[in-house]
């Protein structure tokens, strides 16, 4: 069955940055897209990007661009979301989150459990 | 950027009773629009996809409709455990996916 597992909680101070992982399994990794979203205490869901694990290229909200980079690694099947320049309104849980179907389609079928990230001085 | 505007903001309702949530976009996104339910603590999970297909195990209870501009998330005959948060979500500009600002389904 398909499982994201995502990192654990981090706790970063303003102006630091963090790097999220989460490792897929139960299908082939590279043949579907993963998408990245955040969730602000009682708040909505926000798109952060995509990344496409077979040759990494990646799209990202105009809200980050300059401050998140996604990556991937192949060999254990794990994407990575990094944001940068941290402040206190970053502080949320971070989704990754996979695509229903092999063609690109952005319908997030399957989450990762999320991960809690808080920035405070 | 595509807009998506969610109303009610919250619904309460009875068990048994049937509810209607809705969700406009700013401009047209065709029938590229889903549906997702989160419950606390919880990752969201994927209902309705394409305005009007239901995902894999969801009940038939959920039914959405629409097209355009307009949609219609609907639950015929609420569950206890449908007492939720509901987002839509357009994919008409893949990459760019936006959501809405969700709908708090909540019991009267």
Redesign the interface.
């Known amino acids: 069955q398909v499982q994201l597992v995502q990192s654990g909680a981090e706790v970063k101070k303003p102006g630091a940055s963090v790097k999220v992982s989460c490792k897929a399994s139960g299908y082939t990794f590279t043949s579907y897209y993963m998408h990245w979203v955040r969730q602000a205490p009682g708040q909505g869901l926000e798109w952060m990007g995509i990344i496409n694990p077979s040759g990494g290229s990646t799209s990202y909200a105009q809200k980050f661009q300059g401050r998140v980079t996604m990556t991937r690694d192949t060999s254990t099947s794990t994407v990575y979301m990094e944001l940068s320049s941290l402040r206190s309104e970053d502080t949320a849980v971070y989704y990754c989150a996979r695509d229903r179907v092999v063609v690109p389609a952005a319908l997030l079928a399957y989450w990762g459990q999320g991960t809690l990230v808080t920035v405070s001085s | 950027?595509i807009v998506l505007t969610q109303s009610p903001a919250t619904l309460s309702l009875s068990p048994g009773e049937r509810a209607t949530l809705s969700c406009r976009a700013s401009q047209s996104v065709s029938s590229y629009l889903?549906w997702?339910q989160?419950k606390p603590g919880q990752?969201?999970?994927?209902l309705i996809?394409d305005a009007s297909n239901r995902?894999?195990g969801i009940p038939a209870r959920f039914s959405g409709s629409g097209s355009g501009t307009d949609f219609t998330l609907t639950i015929s005959s609420l569950e206890p455990e449908d007492f939720a948060v509901y987002?839509c979500?357009q994919?008409s500009n893949?990459?760019?996916?936006?959501?809405?600002?969700?709908t708090r389904l909540e019991i009267k």
């Open positions: 950027e889903a997702y989160q990752a969201p999970r994927l996809y995902a894999t987002y979500q994919r893949w990459p760019l996916i936006t959501f809405g600002q969700g």
